[in-house]
T-cell receptor, first 115, second 116 residues
Framework: DAKTTQPPSMDCAEGRAANLPCNHSTISGNEYVYWYRQIHSQGPQYIIHGLKNNETNEMASLIITEDRKSSTLILPHATLRDTAVYYCIVRASNAGGTSYGKLTFGQGTILTVHP | GAVVSQHPSRVICKSGTSVKIECRSLDFQATTMFWYRQFPKQSLMLMATSNEGSKATYEQGVEKDKFLINHASLTLSTLTVTSAHPEDSSFYIC????????????FGPGTRLLVL
């Protein structure tokens, strides 16, 4: 399975954009990049995912580099409620990939949004 | 959409008893459900994967006779921790996915188990 590397922690001021990086240099062609977050004592929340094009939804934007070896999750206007552990996960999209169907969680990035 | 519930949210039991945790997909049919465990200050670890109507596939090191999984319908999966011991105390989280939605996993709120 392709592994991901994230910084252990980041800080962000409320109202500013939070840019969370992720390296996935061994990603395969059929593997998507998924982002989840986990607020303390809750189940993970799905944020966004992408294959090679940039993606945007009501929660965040996902920027994937052209070589797909890294990506950045952008929270455009961070609030205190965005304080959480953010997980970047690589997952195969169809049967036959070794990571098919499975999400392998690393340690993630602890994002702290401060006033 | 994509709401997953778990029941109970918290359970305390005596050592040696069995505990059943339910996971339900409320607004979609889950072709696959997953069970995870999370110990304090650690990340989520996948325990098993189940498809509706078939036996669960357990990850290496997870005892299938101790953690019984039943996925009897497209909206319900249960995890039974048999003969629970204090070391089984953990945060148990399920997720569900629907093949038609690109198989994105949606997670439940988790169940905190404390075995005394």
């Amino acid at each position: 399975d392709a592994k991901t590397t994230q910084p252990p922690s980041m800080d962000c001021a409320e109202g500013r954009a939070a840019n969370l990086p992720c390296n996935h240099s061994t990603i395969s062609g059929n593997e998507y990049v998924y982002w989840y977050r986990q607020i303390h004592s809750q189940g993970p929340q799905y944020i966004i995912h992408g294959l090679k094009n940039n993606e945007t939804n009501e929660m965040a934007s996902l920027i994937i580099t052209e070589d797909r070896k890294s990506s950045t999750l952008i929270l455009p206007h961070a609030t205190l409620r965005d304080t959480a552990v953010y997980y970047c996960i690589v997952r195969a999209s169809n049967a036959g990939g070794t990571s098919y169907g499975k999400l392998t969680f690393g340690q993630g990035t602890i994002l702290t949004v401060h006033p | 959409g994509a709401v997953v519930s778990q029941h109970p949210s918290r359970v305390i039991c005596k050592s040696g008893t069995s505990v059943k945790i339910e996971c339900r997909s409320l607004d979609f049919q889950a072709t696959t459900m997953f069970w995870y465990r999370q110990f304090p200050k650690q990340s989520l670890m996948l325990m098993a994967t189940s498809n509706e109507g078939s036996k669960a596939t357990y990850e290496q090191g997870v005892e299938k006779d101790k953690f019984l999984i039943n996925h009897a319908s497209l909206t319900l999966s249960t995890l039974t921790v048999t003969s629970a011991h204090p070391e089984d105390s953990s945060f148990y989280i399920c997720s569900a996915s629907f093949q038609g939605w690109g198989e994105t996993q949606y997670f439940g709120p988790g169940t905190r188990l404390l075995v005394l």
